[in-house]
């Protein structure tokens, strides 16, 4: 598990980008969230339907994460992919420690990981339908998912949609909950998807402007530099053989737990985690 969450996630074959330029970027966003979002941003008919996936460990996964919910409370949920999942993984090497980093941000928030290594939103809608947050009221829920639907191809209507369909989700089941919607990070696959994503983020940002329940932010400046994907921030140039850039290491997760803790202590009304 260690090594399919530190490498590229299932998806459609596409040639990792070389160093981008912001101008660049901001073209091809442009032509992105002309084409994709066009067709009406956040429909709920664009988005994937809520789809299981076959794998044993994914099932079994899910299991868990019931019997884990019900033993309970619950104040604070994660939903998303690998880069969430990731923090379940633990190591004596600081840039791989995201256990480490779990338990000093979210350790004894009762807090619950429901990441999902290489989930698109129809993984994440499936699962929601389907009890992972059944019978529990948090105070918050963090979402950071759709970096796998671009991976796949789906343009920035269809992700958006999934996020927006996700958000539905929790408006519903968990009403008292405060939602974050996190921005899809920065990435080194292709200019294609990078445009795509910053066109989803952009939408999403309108979406949630005004939104008194959900608050949208994108910490995806944390991972820049020189207004591209700053790749060393990422474990999966490190692999052998080498893969683009997906998955931030630790060190640099630090960055996006640093970005929210603010708005997630006053939530939750603890200790902000920043002052340690």
């Not at 919607?181 to 292709?190: A, D, F, K, M």
């Not at 939408?203 to 944390?222: C, E, I, K, P, W």
């Amino acid at each position: 598990m260690a090594v399919m969450m530190s490498r590229l996630e299932p998806s459609m074959s596409m040639s990792a980008a070389g160093t981008r330029r912001q101008f660049v970027l901001g073209t091809l966003a442009a032509a992105a969230g002309a084409v994709g979002l066009a067709r009406g941003a956040g429909a709920e008919g664009l988005a994937l339907p809520p789809t299981p996936r076959p794998d044993d460990w994914w099932v079994k996964r899910h299991r868990d994460k019931l019997a884990e919910l019900r033993r309970g409370p619950v104040n604070l949920v994660f939903i998303g992919d690998s880069i969430t999942h990731n923090y379940e993984l633990g190591s004596t090497a600081p840039n791989y420690d995201f256990l480490g980093l779990w338990n000093r941000f979210y350790g004894g928030r009762q807090a619950v990981n429901l990441g999902f290594n290489g989930d698109n939103t129809g993984n994440v809608l499936w699962r929601l339908d389907n009890g992972e947050i059944g019978g529990i009221s948090p105070k918050a829920a963090v979402v950071l998912i759709g970096t796998n639907d671009t991976i796949q191809g789906r343009g920035a209507a269809e992700t958006k949609a999934g996020i927006d369909a996700i958000v539905g989700r929790l408006r519903a089941r968990v009403p008292k909950a405060r939602i974050l919607v996190l921005g899809i990070l920065p990435s080194g696959i292709s200019d294609w998807k990078s445009a795509t994503d910053l066109a989803v983020n952009t939408a999403l940002a309108n979406s949630y402007a005004a939104d008194r329940q959900v608050t949208f932010m994108d910490a995806g400046y944390r991972f820049l530099k020189d207004g591209a994907t700053d790749v060393s921030l990422y474990m999966d140039p490190r692999n052998d053989p080498p893969g683009p850039a997906l998955h931030p290491d630790a060190a640099a997760q630090a960055r996006l737990a640093e970005a929210i803790e603010p708005l997630l202590s006053s939530w939750l009304g603890d200790r902000n985690r920043l002052s340690q």
